[in-house]
């Protein structure tokens, strides 16, 4: 079936087709791009929430505690949960959702597990039109979880209006289980498992790194304690995720993001489709493999060939 | 249409059923034969794998029973799956299945169902030879 065939129904709140929208696009169905185009206008509403740290560290536990807390206060929550896909077989084990059963039957709660399907990034490259479909859907907050991240593991911040790293107490001295570039893309940090020792000393080992940041900023991110088991701190932290938004509205700062995500995306849908349109002109034909040739017997050179064939393609295309 | 589709499949433990095993040992089979396993963990009832089923949007349903459960929540499942209008979901089941049990199973749609000691390639062969994608 088509991607733009459900888009009706993904705005008329069917769970079904908004699932089979969100396949489609995993599967780069020819007609996905389509639908999104058709869908974005819908779109600009959700807070959208990522969820980021090391494996085992406690995100689907908190997901679901702050979840809770959301249904409470009536807002409908969406959630793309992503592991990582197999190297050697492309197959993946999708868990996150065992700890989000107590919303299985909840309607206003729609979980998705997501294979990366071999991108990197802690992401998958679909999640982030999966995000925005669940957000035409009419989702109030849209959780992302990454796949248990290290520190280059950092795209979600490309993706959500407010990103919480979790850590959790001793995991190693300093700062070994977060590092240097998930830590800086934290707008707050949460030291889970408060009921394991250590955990005052790992919020003081966040807040002297923050002390050592030097980037000019007037969001400071709060250090903030939970026990996802009981559900210790989870208010404070739910209080905080909307905080964060007042903070990024009063600021204009959600704007100015909104600004640049928008040239961002512009840019490499642009690229990508610049780049395919020259490529399919180019690969195959006798005289680009004779170019190849030329450079490979050095009778020639690729910054010239370059130069040579993008002006060739823009006089073409001008023509 | 330049699709790069996946076999998706729910493992799904229905009921109190305690044993995990063998649900674990097939969901990680398949996940080793390149498909994309979610797995829910214990206690689910009918309606959560459902549920699940639709919002992962998966196309294959395998529930695992070693507690005797079988022959009250396989149908039920889909019983559920018919009042969903859900049609394209293919539904086997797996555990301590008597085999005077399976005719009943299979008339009310589950398409296979695999005792103790099955190969696992048998599982991910049939799965692979039998799945709509
Ligand atoms: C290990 C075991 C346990 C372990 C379970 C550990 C765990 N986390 O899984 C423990 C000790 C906890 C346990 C407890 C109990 N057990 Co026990 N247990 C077994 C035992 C010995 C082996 C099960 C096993 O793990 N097999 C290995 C796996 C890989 O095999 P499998 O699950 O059959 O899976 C294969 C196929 O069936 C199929 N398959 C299975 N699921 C699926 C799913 C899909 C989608 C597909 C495609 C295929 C598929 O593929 C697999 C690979 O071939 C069996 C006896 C037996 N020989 O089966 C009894 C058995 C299942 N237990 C039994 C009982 C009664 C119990 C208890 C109630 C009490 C007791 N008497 O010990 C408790 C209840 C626990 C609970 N909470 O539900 C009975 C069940 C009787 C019945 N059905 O009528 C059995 C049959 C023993 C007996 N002969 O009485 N048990
Ligand atoms: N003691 C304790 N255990 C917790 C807490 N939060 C989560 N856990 C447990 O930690 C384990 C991992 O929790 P998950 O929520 O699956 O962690 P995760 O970060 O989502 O894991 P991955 O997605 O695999 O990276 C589970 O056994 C949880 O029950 C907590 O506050 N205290
Ligand atoms: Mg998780």
Redesign the interface.
């Known amino acids: 079936m088509p991607a733009t065939k459900l888009v009706k129904g993904v705005l008329k709140g069917n ?2 087709d908004l ?2 929208l ?2 489609l696009i ?5 007609s996905a791009a389509t639908a999104l185009s058709m869908l974005y206008k819908h779109t600009g509403n959700a807070h959208i929430v990522g969820v980021t740290g090391p494996p085992g560290s406690g995100k689907s536990t908190l997901v679901t505690r702050i979840t809770a807390k959301y249904r409470k206060r009536s807002k409908t929550i969406g959630i793309v949960c992503v592991d990582p ?2 190297p050697f ?7 996150d ?2 700890r989000m ?1 107590e919303h ?2 909840d309607k206003d709660v ?4 997501m ?1 990366t ?1 071999g991108h990197l990034g802690g992401l998958a490259r679909a999640t982030s039109d999966a995000v925005r479909v669940m957000d035409a859907f009419g989702k109030d907050i849209v959780i992302v979880e990454t796949v248990g991240a290290g520190q280059s593991e950092v795209q979600v911040v490309e993706v959500a209006h407010t990103v919480i790293v979790v850590d959790v107490p001793g995991a190693g001295d300093d700062i070994q289980a977060i590092k240097a570039g998930i830590m800086e893309i934290a707008d707050i940090f949460v030291v889970n498992k408060a009921d394991y020792p250590g955990a005052d000393k790992k919020v003081t080992e966040i807040n002297a790194m923050l002390d050592l940041d030097s980037r000019e900023r007037s969001w400071r991110p709060p250090v903030l304690v939970t026990n996802a088991l009981t559900g210790d701190g989870i208010p404070e932290l739910v209080d905080m995720i909307g905080k964060h938004m007042s903070y990024l509205q009063e600021t204009g700062l959600l704007k100015q993001k909104g600004l640049q995500r928008s040239r961002d995306e512009l840019e490499q849908i642009m690229e990508y489709k610049l780049t395919k349109e020259l490529f399919t002109r180019l690969r195959g034909t006798p005289e680009y493999e004779q170019a190849i040739k030329k450079i490979a017997g050095r009778n020639d050179d690729p910054y010239s060939v370059a130069e040579r064939l993008i002006a060739e393609f823009l006089t073409s295309v001008r023509g | 249409m330049s699709s790069s589709k996946k076999i998706r499949v729910l493992v799904a433990k229905p009921g109190l059923d305690g044993h995990d095993r063998g649900a674990k040992i097939v969901a990680r089979a398949l996940r080793d034969a390149g498909m994309e396993v979610i797995y829910t963990g214990l206690r689910q009832t009918p309606e959560m794998i459902v549920e699940a089923a639709i919002s992962e949007d998966v196309n294959v349903i395998g529930m695992s029973i070693l507690s005797g459960a079988h022959n009250a929540l396989f149908p039920k499942v889909i019983d559920l799956l018919k009042a969903e209008g859900v049609d394209n979901i293919l539904v086997i089941g797996g555990g301590i299945i008597p085999q005077d049990d399976v005719p009943a199973l299979k008339a009310a749609g589950i398409a296979e169902v695999f005792g103790p000691g099955t190969p696992l390639a048998e599982i991910v062969g049939y799965i692979e030879s039998n799945v709509k994608l």
């Open positions: 769970r079904r699932a089979r969100i396949t995993e599967n780069e169905h020819s896909s197999s077989t492309g197959g993946a084990l999708l868990g959702r065992i059963q299985s039957l729609y979980v998705r597990s294979s399907r």
